[in-house]
């Protein structure tokens, strides 16, 4: 626990504090620029925009989340972090279940929290956003999870950064179904699907992302 501690605060002392904090803000402002530019694109349709501002918000999300791929993991390895840890006894597991709790910290309470001024820019009412707020709140952690399975499967690779933008859509397709599909049934069972889903991204990414990584080693 000691060590997990140790590597979730340094990991969130990068992602928020270091040199890569302007890069950390920048799914937060591609978040609130998509919500800003739907609405001159679909034209000033009030009823279009509520019926379908929900939607846009969770793509927003989704797009938002790939944006900081190239630096979970790459800037680590490329360093020979991993290769430490490993010669002091602490597992990859352990260290990518540290990256991606505060991977996850690092850009989702800021989502959570830029969903208001960007629901009033769609134009959705305050029901549809407590619906986009809990399916947000139940799907992010599996975005996260996708994001550092991702980043760890594609680190080293030549053009590593756009594969890994390719791969993490079409894995995140369940997520986006299941939390834009509860603003039209209603909520519950959509964010249940959503909820239940990203669960199990979280519990397989540690040990996914960990092997990749002993893998890329040998």
């Not at 590597?7 to 928020?16: A, K, P, Q, V």
Request: glycine content about 12%; cysteine-free; charged content about 10%.
């Amino acid at each position: 626990m000691r060590h997990f501690l140790i590597l979730l605060r340094r990991d969130l002392s990068l992602l928020l504090g270091g040199e890569r904090r302007g890069a950390t803000l920048l799914p937060v402002l591609f978040f609130l620029a998509v919500a800003m530019l739907y609405p001159f694109a679909v034209g000033p349709d009030a009823p279009v925009l509520a019926r379908t501002g929900g939607g846009v918000l969770w793509i927003a999300a989704l797009l938002a989340a790939i944006l900081p791929l190239d630096r979970l993991v790459e800037p680590d390895l490329e360093l020979g972090l991993f290769d430490q840890l490993a010669l002091r006894g602490i597992s990859e597991e352990l260290a990518m279940t540290a990256r991606m709790v505060a991977h996850w910290l690092s850009f989702a309470p800021a989502l959570l929290m830029a969903a208001v001024p960007a629901s009033a820019l769609v134009g959705i009412d305050a029901a549809t956003l407590q619906t986009v707020e809990l399916g947000l709140l139940a799907g992010t952690p599996g975005l996260a999870a996708l994001g550092v399975l991702v980043a760890a499967l594609t680190a080293g690779l030549r053009g590593g950064a756009a594969l890994g933008g390719l791969l993490v859509i079409p894995l995140a397709v369940p997520l986006l179904v299941f939390g834009a599909g509860s603003l039209s049934t209603g909520g519950e069972a959509g964010i249940a699907l959503t909820a239940a889903f990203s669960l199990v991204l979280v519990a397989i990414t540690p040990f996914a992302a960990g092997a990749a990584i002993r893998s890329g080693r040998s």
